[in-house]
């Protein structure tokens, strides 16, 4: 069983930085892409950023491209996203998640990943 644990949303304002943390459990985290998705009150959840296992291919959202990086660290099991300048409209629960599938695609549907953390609330104050 696969668990992700995220960490490091909060409030803030407007024009700041923060970077979440996704800590993975399991052997097999480097054959994975992983996912970071966003959900806000009343919204479908929706991909922000996707990264293939080895840390090579990337994907963004145009409304984070440029602003958003998303890192991954096999050796810790980790993944990181750092958002920078950060807006009102990026305020959600930001959840990680794991590709249902091994590989190198990286899906944008919330269908293709099959674990998938609690969610930490990122609010940012304009």
């Known amino acids: 069983q696969v668990q992700l644990v995220e960490s490091g949303g909060g409030l803030v304002q407007a024009g700041v930085s923060l970077r979440l943390s996704c800590a993975a459990s399991?052997?097999?985290?480097?054959?994975?892409?992983m996912g970071w998705f966003r959900q806000a009150p009343g919204k479908e959840r929706q991909i922000v950023a996707g990264?293939?296992?080895?840390?090579?291919?990337?994907y963004y959202s145009e409304s984070v491209k440029g602003r958003f990086t998303i890192s991954r660290d096999n050796a810790k099991n980790t993944v990181y996203l750092q958002m920078n300048s950060l807006k009102p409209e990026d305020t959600a629960v930001y959840y990680c998640?794991?590709?249902?599938?091994?590989?190198?695609?990286?899906?944008?549907?919330?269908?293709?990943?099959?674990?998938w953390g609690q969610g930490t609330q990122v609010t940012v104050s304009s």
């Open positions: 998640a794991r590709s249902r599938y091994s590989g190198a695609i990286i899906y944008a549907n919330a269908g293709s990943y099959a674990y």
């Open positions: 990264i293939t296992g080895s840390g090579v291919n990337t």
């Open positions: 399991g052997r097999t985290f480097s054959n994975y892409v």
